[in-house]
């Protein structure tokens, strides 16, 4: 099965999911600054780039993880997906996850600073800040995710 | 392989170029691809993105359109990458209908946004079909040999 982590940029909250999913990162405490920094693809793929999944690794049942960013594009991309997906009749075999729902003001406003104003340091601890406020959403909801994929 | 044919609101310029493309379009024949496809424009118009199955070609390639707004490069690099991804038969080759749209068309436009008469929109988009049809003709002429040798290939 492939899961697919989704967010604006594919390059925090998205990561940060799937870190989580494939065991980068605990899900019994918040990870230290340092340890979210070190993640694969963390703050990494360029706005340009925005569109492309990105292998991220796999879980304990060999299922594969991606992360992808859709800006602004996103409700289009998820209609063409999930008619893509419909036509192939491979329902089962992916699992699209939203991530939007768990972004925090502070983590919207680290992401801004670090892509789009390109001031990387301030930016990435800002999104990181926020992202260690909202950890046990984001691990909740990778429990959801294993829970209905039968892994957890 | 998938063949989309792809502008800002799956239009019936898409739909035009599509069925131009399956050949099953006459010159000017305009009447009755509207009243076939139209409830299938209404559909997408509010679900913008989603694929629409037009038909298929003499080599199997599938033919779809899509409304894909601003996002052209975002839509259609998601589509390929997912197609590379879940190692899917049919890779996608697009086809941009937004260079094809004239003034006639973006009249059309504007008076649907404005909710003007329905004829008032059919009149400016057939206006801008017949206006764009040699051009485009030719254009989907070439790209229906590219695909042929791809196919090939």
Not at chain 2, 53 to 67: E, M
Not at chain 2, 91 to 116: A, D
Request: with cysteine.
């Amino acid at each position: 099965m492939v899961i697919i982590y989704y967010c604006y940029g594919g390059t925090h909250s998205s990561v940060l999911a799937a870190a989580i999913h494939t065991g980068l990162l605990p899900v019994d405490k918040i990870p230290a600054s340092r340890e979210i920094m070190a993640l694969p693809y963390f703050d990494k793929i360029p706005s340009k780039l925005i569109g492309n999944l990105y292998y991220y690794g796999k879980d304990k049942e060999n299922n594969e993880v991606y992360v992808l960013g859709l800006g602004k594009a996103r409700k289009i991309s998820k209609n063409s997906l999930q008619s893509i997906i419909d036509f192939e009749e491979i329902d089962e075999d992916v699992k699209i996850v939203n991530t939007f729902k768990n972004l925090n003001l502070t983590v919207k406003i680290g992401g801004y600073i670090s892509k789009r104003l390109n001031l990387v340091f301030p930016g990435r601890n800002i999104v990181i800040y926020g992202l260690q406020k909202t950890y046990h959403k984001y691990v909740q909801m990778v429990t959801k995710v294993k829970k209905k994929i039968g892994i957890a | 392989m998938k063949i989309i044919f792809h502008d800002k609101n799956a239009s019936i310029l898409a739909l035009f170029a599509a069925l131009l493309y399956l050949e099953k379009k006459q010159k000017y024949d305009f009447k009755n691809i509207m009243n076939k496809t139209m409830l299938k424009l209404d559909v997408i118009n509010n679900q913008q993105g989603k694929l629409i199955y037009i038909g298929s070609d003499q080599d199997n390639n599938t033919i779809y359109i899509t409304g894909r707004k601003r996002y052209k490069k975002i839509v259609c690099r998601v589509i390929r990458s997912f197609h590379k991804v879940m190692k899917l038969r049919e890779r996608p080759v697009y086809f941009n209908l937004s260079p094809h749209y004239n003034n006639y068309m973006r009249i059309s436009i504007l008076s649907g946004k404005i909710k003007l008469p329905y004829f008032l929109q059919y009149y400016f988009i057939i206006r801008g079909i017949k206006r764009e049809f040699f051009k485009l003709d030719n254009q989907i002429k070439d790209f229906k040999r590219r695909v042929r040798l791809y196919n090939w290939l």
